[in-house]
Nanobody
Framework: QVQVVESGGGSVQAGGSLRLSCAAS????????MGWYRQAPGKQRELVAT???????NYAYSLKGRFTISRDNAKNTVYLQMNSLKLEDTAVYYC???????????WGQGTQVTVSS
């Protein structure tokens, strides 16, 4: 059973930075894609960024330039560096992994990010 665990969320003032981490474990095959999504209160879950095992990155257009995704394949870990945080970045941030062998998706439990003025 694949487990996905996020960490690094918290409270920060607007303009500040946070770094999220997500570690996946228990997979017998490689992880094709790791990514971050977020869900603000009353809104649908939305893409933040994804990264493949080969390093191809996709960002939500509105976040490009402030957020940076990176990945350590050896550790099955993905990171999200968030800079110049805004009030509207407040959300629960979820990590998703997609297994290469069968394209199964696994989600973490989410980590809360709260940006205050």
């Amino acid at each position: 059973q694949v487990q996905v665990v996020e960490s690094g969320g918290g409270s920060v003032q607007a303009g500040g930075s946070l770094r999220l981490s997500c570690a996946a474990s228990g997979s017998r095959s490689s992880i094709a894609i790791m990514g971050w999504y977020r869900q603000a209160p009353g809104k649908q879950r939305e893409l933040v960024a994804t990264i493949t095992s080969g390093g191809t990155i996709n960002y939500a257009y509105s976040l490009k330039g402030r957020f940076t995704i990176s990945r350590d394949n050896a550790k099955n870990t993905v990171y999200l560096q968030m800079n110049s945080l805004k009030l509207e970045d407040t959300a629960v941030y979820y990590c998703k992994t997609i297994i290469a062998s069968n394209w199964s998706e696994y989600w973490g439990q989410g980590t809360q990010v709260t940006v205050s003025s």
